[in-house]
């Protein structure tokens, strides 16, 4: 059974920092894509970065850009989110995220990613 668990989200104040981390299991994604979406109360998924599986290539929502970084270890078959400058707009419920396959990393629409963690709860106060 595969799964990927977060973890690492919870309350900060505005201009601070979060890093987020995404474990999984039951399957390696040493060769797949991954990603994090978040999700505000009321509103559709939203994508936030995509990485490629090698790590060489990223990608972000305009939201996000130049604040937060994605990166993984293959090794650990964890990906991460580093959030930096947080700002009340970004409190939502974020979710991992990866593909069976493919070399697309970058994918805004959800229903094209096959594996979702639970998702972590990440508030800001300003």
């Known amino acids: 059974q595969v799964q990927l668990v977060e973890s690492g989200g919870g309350l900060v104040q505005a201009g601070g920092s979060l890093r987020l981390s995404c474990a999984a299991s039951?399957?390696?994604?040493?060769?797949?894509?991954m990603g994090w979406f978040r999700q505000h109360p009321g509103k559709e998924r939203e994508f936030v970065a995509g990485i490629n599986w090698s790590g060489g290539s990223t990608s972000y929502g305009d939201s996000v850009k130049g604040r937060f970084t994605i990166s993984r270890d293959n090794a650990q078959n964890t990906v991460y989110l580093q959030m930096n400058t947080l700002n009340p707009d970004d409190t939502a419920v974020y979710y991992c995220t990866a593909r069976a396959g493919g070399s697309v990393y970058y994918f805004q629409n959800p229903e094209r990613w096959d594996y979702w963690g639970q998702g972590t709860q990440v508030t800001v106060s300003s």
């Open positions: 039951g399957r390696t994604f040493s060769n797949d894509p």
